[in-house]
């Protein structure tokens, strides 16, 4: 069965800095590309990042583009994300979302993880 | 930066038709995926490729792309289906990035 699961959320101070973590299991994560998703409360759906399976592509949305910077560890099967300069508008939950081929559909995703900035 | 417009909201009675539309210039020419999100809940993918379906996704789910929209059908509107709907591309005119729809929420009367 394929999980992902997110951890690292919690409550930062703006400018503060936080790191979320993505544990993946029940599938070859080294054969995938990656993403990171976000909500803010009551809002629709923001992508943020993704990363191809080798790390060889990363792409990030301009509103985090400088910021925010997307890693994995294939031997740990763990995706990161490290949120620097943190804003009040970076307030959501982010998810973490499996895609095979980079630009496919997000087939599997995580429950996801509550990022508060607030001072 | 491409932009996918939803309307927002969209009512339909049980056993009736949803049609959730998807706008996007030229849209036709990129795949388009559809999301299902329940109050509280991951989304989940619904339909990918435009009109496929993964496995596990009724039926009743159905997806269509041509031109400057791409359309989600959900045939015999169940109480269960009510949620948030969210249309999904993949830009490269620039640099590569995901692209979501406003979302439309399904409200089942």
């Known amino acids: 069965e394929v999980q992902l699961v997110e951890s690292g959320g919690g409550l930062v101070k703006p400018g503060g800095s936080l790191r979320l973590s993505c544990a993946a299991s029940?599938?070859?994560?080294?054969?995938?590309?990656m993403n990171w998703v976000r909500q803010a409360p009551g809002k629709g759906l923001e992508w943020v990042s993704s990363?191809?399976?080798?790390?060889?592509?990363?792409y990030y949305a301009d509103s985090v583009k400088g910021r925010f910077t997307i890693s994995r560890d294939n031997a740990k099967n763990s995706l990161y994300l490290q949120m620097n300069s943190l804003r009040a508008e970076d307030t959501a939950v982010y998810y973490c979302?499996?895609?095979?081929?980079?630009?496919?559909?997000?087939?599997?995703w995580g429950q996801g993880t509550l990022v508060t900035v607030s001072s | 930066s491409y932009v996918l417009t939803q309307p927002p909201s969209v009512s339909v009675a049980p056993g009736q038709t949803a049609r959730i539309t998807c706008g996007g210039n030229?849209?036709?020419?990129?795949?388009v995926h559809w999301y299902q999100q329940k109050p509280g809940q991951a989304p989940v993918l619904v339909v990918y490729?435009?009109?496929d379906r993964p496995s596990g996704i009724p039926e009743r789910f159905s997806g269509s792309n041509s031109g400057n929209t791409a359309t989600l059908t959900i045939s015999r509107v169940e109480a269960g289906d009510e949620a948030d709907y969210y249309c999904?591309?993949?830009?490269?005119?620039?640099?590569?990035?995901?692209?979501f729809g406003t979302g439309t929420k399904v409200t089942v009367l």
């Open positions: 979302a499996r895609d095979r081929v980079g630009n496919g559909p997000f087939d599997y």
């Open positions: 029940g599938f070859t994560f080294s054969s995938y590309s």
């Open positions: 990363i191809s399976s080798s790390s060889s592509y990363i």
């Open positions: 030229n849209i036709g020419s990129k795949s």
């Open positions: 490729d435009d009109s």
């Open positions: 999904q591309v993949w830009d490269s005119s620039s640099d590569h990035r995901g692209v």
